[in-house]
């Protein structure tokens, strides 16, 4: 049962060790590292329209991991 999702730029690992060692023992809370890369679908030809409808992504973290280093997201807790 995960409620926060603590993000942490993927470069910055002291932060990323510092951040679990402070939420260690706490089952509410998971630290990651940021695996993205680029934005997707970003392709220079055109091969046709795009197929997606929406953003897939409900949370806007890049700005929080470029200026703070990591976001913290609030998952929905699943029963």
Same mark, same amino acid.
């Not at 997606?52 to 992504?57: A, H, L, V, Y």
């Given at each position: ?27 509410t ?5 940021? %695996? =993205? @890369?680029? $934005? *997707? &679908? ?8 795009? %197929? =997606? @409808?929406s $953003? *897939? &992504? ?10 703070? @280093? ?10």
């Amino acid at each position: 049962m995960v409620e926060r999702l603590v993000i942490v730029n993927a470069s910055d690992w002291k932060l990323y060790d510092d951040i679990r060692w402070h939420w260690f023992g706490d089952a509410t809370v998971k630290v990651i590292t940021d %695996r =993205r @890369r680029k $934005e *997707r &679908r970003q392709r220079t030809d055109s091969h046709g329209p795009e %197929r =997606r @409808r929406s $953003e *897939r &992504r409900r949370h806007s973290i890049t700005a929080a991991l470029r200026t703070e @280093r990591w976001a913290e997201v609030m998952l929905p807790v699943t029963t």
